[in-house]
Protein backbone atom coordinates (compact mmCIF):
# COMPACT_ATOMS: atom_id res chain seq x y z
CA UNK A 1 0.00 0.00 0.00
CA UNK A 2 1.09 3.62 -0.78
CA UNK A 3 -1.42 5.38 0.47
CA UNK A 4 -3.93 5.86 3.35
CA UNK A 5 -7.19 8.14 3.26
CA UNK A 6 -8.96 9.72 6.61
CA UNK A 7 -11.32 12.78 6.44
CA UNK A 8 -11.94 15.33 9.66
CA UNK A 9 -14.37 17.61 10.10
CA UNK A 10 -14.01 21.36 12.12
CA UNK A 11 -15.45 21.50 15.27
CA UNK A 12 -18.85 23.11 15.30
CA UNK A 13 -22.27 22.44 16.97
CA UNK A 14 -20.58 21.30 19.95
CA UNK A 15 -19.27 18.45 17.95
CA UNK A 16 -15.55 18.22 18.13
CA UNK A 17 -12.98 18.46 15.32
CA UNK A 18 -9.91 19.75 14.34
CA UNK A 19 -8.38 21.73 11.69
CA UNK A 20 -4.74 20.68 9.08
CA UNK A 21 -3.06 23.60 11.59
CA UNK A 22 -4.60 21.44 14.78
CA UNK A 23 -3.13 18.40 13.19
CA UNK A 24 0.11 19.60 12.57
CA UNK A 25 0.50 21.35 15.90
CA UNK A 26 -0.26 17.91 17.40
CA UNK A 27 2.42 15.96 15.20
CA UNK A 28 -0.02 14.16 13.13
CA UNK A 29 -2.58 11.15 13.62
CA UNK A 30 -1.87 9.63 16.76
CA UNK A 31 -4.33 6.69 18.25
CA UNK A 32 -5.64 7.95 21.52
CA UNK A 33 -3.67 4.72 23.53
CA UNK A 34 -0.85 5.10 21.91
CA UNK A 35 1.29 8.43 21.71
CA UNK A 36 4.99 6.38 20.39
CA UNK A 37 5.63 3.70 18.14
CA UNK A 38 6.84 1.35 21.48
CA UNK A 39 3.61 1.95 22.93
CA UNK A 40 1.76 1.01 20.15
CA UNK A 41 4.34 -2.15 19.96
CA UNK A 42 3.39 -3.11 23.75
CA UNK A 43 -0.44 -2.68 22.80
CA UNK A 44 -0.29 -5.11 19.99
CA UNK A 45 1.80 -7.35 22.14
CA UNK A 46 -0.68 -7.40 24.66
CA UNK A 47 -4.35 -7.51 22.77
CA UNK A 48 -3.07 -10.45 20.86
CA UNK A 49 -1.70 -12.53 24.02
CA UNK A 50 -5.21 -11.33 25.93
CA UNK A 51 -7.01 -12.39 22.78
CA UNK A 52 -8.79 -9.15 22.15
CA UNK A 53 -7.74 -7.20 19.46
CA UNK A 54 -10.62 -8.67 17.14
CA UNK A 55 -13.60 -7.83 19.52
CA UNK A 56 -11.33 -3.72 20.33
CA UNK A 57 -11.19 -3.63 16.35
CA UNK A 58 -14.77 -4.57 16.27
CA UNK A 59 -15.27 -1.79 18.83
CA UNK A 60 -13.28 0.85 17.32
CA UNK A 61 -14.82 0.09 13.96
CA UNK A 62 -18.61 0.55 15.27
CA UNK A 63 -18.33 3.18 18.49
CA UNK A 64 -14.76 5.15 17.71
CA UNK A 65 -14.62 5.29 21.83
CA UNK A 66 -11.70 6.50 23.66
CA UNK A 67 -11.47 3.79 25.40
CA UNK A 68 -10.88 1.79 22.46
CA UNK A 69 -8.84 3.91 20.99
CA UNK A 70 -5.70 1.68 20.32
CA UNK A 71 -6.54 2.69 16.77
CA UNK A 72 -6.90 5.68 14.55
CA UNK A 73 -9.14 4.76 11.54
CA UNK A 74 -8.49 5.42 7.65
CA UNK A 75 -9.97 4.11 4.36
CA UNK A 76 -7.37 2.15 2.28
CA UNK A 77 -9.21 4.13 -1.19
CA UNK A 78 -10.47 7.57 -1.28
CA UNK A 79 -14.21 6.22 -1.47
CA UNK A 80 -14.09 4.46 1.78
CA UNK A 81 -12.60 7.40 3.92
CA UNK A 82 -14.32 10.25 2.04
CA UNK A 83 -17.70 11.20 3.09
CA UNK A 84 -18.24 14.90 2.65
CA UNK A 85 -15.57 15.98 5.10
CA UNK A 86 -14.28 19.41 5.84
CA UNK A 87 -10.64 18.20 5.51
CA UNK A 88 -9.50 15.08 3.60
CA UNK A 89 -6.13 13.65 4.06
CA UNK A 90 -3.71 11.67 2.38
CA UNK A 91 -1.09 9.75 4.62
CA UNK A 92 2.04 7.96 2.92
CA UNK A 93 2.46 4.57 4.23
CA UNK A 94 4.61 3.41 2.18
CA UNK A 95 6.43 0.03 2.58
CA UNK A 96 3.13 -1.48 4.26
CA UNK A 97 2.83 -4.86 4.09
CA UNK A 98 0.00 -7.42 4.98
CA UNK A 99 2.09 -10.08 7.26
CA UNK A 100 1.50 -13.35 8.25
CA UNK A 101 0.15 -13.91 11.90
CA UNK A 102 2.97 -16.38 12.44
CA UNK A 103 5.39 -13.15 12.73
CA UNK A 104 4.04 -12.91 16.39
CA UNK A 105 3.53 -16.65 17.00
CA UNK A 106 0.36 -15.99 16.94
CA UNK A 107 -3.58 -16.33 14.91
CA UNK A 108 -5.75 -13.92 15.47
CA UNK A 109 -9.05 -14.73 13.42
CA UNK A 110 -10.92 -12.40 11.43
CA UNK A 111 -7.85 -9.86 11.55
CA UNK A 112 -5.09 -9.35 9.16
CA UNK A 113 -1.99 -7.53 10.30
CA UNK A 114 0.03 -5.21 8.35
CA UNK A 115 3.78 -4.33 9.28
CA UNK A 116 6.31 -1.94 7.52
CA UNK A 117 9.07 -4.27 8.32
CA UNK A 118 9.69 -7.67 8.89
CA UNK A 119 8.46 -8.09 12.20
CA UNK A 120 6.72 -5.74 15.24
CA UNK A 121 9.87 -4.78 16.50
CA UNK A 122 11.52 -3.52 13.89
CA UNK A 123 8.25 -2.11 12.19
CA UNK A 124 7.51 1.95 12.53
CA UNK A 125 3.68 1.51 11.27
CA UNK A 126 1.74 -1.14 11.94
CA UNK A 127 -2.22 -1.30 11.21
CA UNK A 128 -4.67 -3.92 11.05
CA UNK A 129 -7.90 -4.83 9.18
CA UNK A 130 -11.00 -6.13 10.76
CA UNK A 131 -12.31 -8.60 8.55
CA UNK A 132 -15.89 -7.37 8.45
CA UNK A 133 -14.43 -3.79 7.04
CA UNK A 134 -11.70 -5.05 4.93
CA UNK A 135 -11.12 -1.66 3.54
CA UNK A 136 -11.14 -0.04 6.76
CA UNK A 137 -7.34 0.12 7.65
CA UNK A 138 -6.85 0.24 11.72
CA UNK A 139 -3.70 2.24 12.44
CA UNK A 140 -1.80 1.45 15.44
CA UNK A 141 1.03 4.03 15.50
CA UNK A 142 1.88 7.53 14.87
CA UNK A 143 1.66 9.03 11.62
CA UNK A 144 3.61 11.95 11.60
CA UNK A 145 3.53 15.61 9.78
CA UNK A 146 5.69 14.49 7.19
CA UNK A 147 4.21 11.73 5.69
CA UNK A 148 0.44 13.57 5.81
CA UNK A 149 -0.95 15.25 2.35
CA UNK A 150 -4.06 17.87 2.92
CA UNK A 151 -6.24 17.67 -0.28
CA UNK A 152 -6.66 21.55 -2.12
CA UNK A 153 -9.31 21.15 -4.90
CA UNK A 154 -7.48 18.67 -6.78
CA UNK A 155 -3.89 18.83 -5.01
CA UNK A 156 -2.19 16.85 -2.31
CA UNK A 157 -0.59 19.45 -0.47
CA UNK A 158 1.92 18.96 2.31
CA UNK A 159 0.52 19.31 5.84
CA UNK A 160 3.55 21.01 6.99
CA UNK A 161 3.66 23.64 4.86
CA UNK A 162 0.03 23.82 5.55
Not at 34 to 50: I, M, P, Q, W
Not at 61 to 76: D, L
Not at 106 to 127: E, F, H, P
Request: charged share 20%.
Amino acid sequence: MQYAYRGEDNARAGKPGRTPAQVKAAGGFTPWLAKTVDEARSNLVTLVANGTLAEQAQSWCMYKNKENGWFFSTGTDVQTAYDHYDFFYRLAIDGLNKVDWSVMKANVKGMSLYLNGTSVDDSTLIAVVWSVRPTELLIMTPVPTASIDVQDGNRWNPLSEY
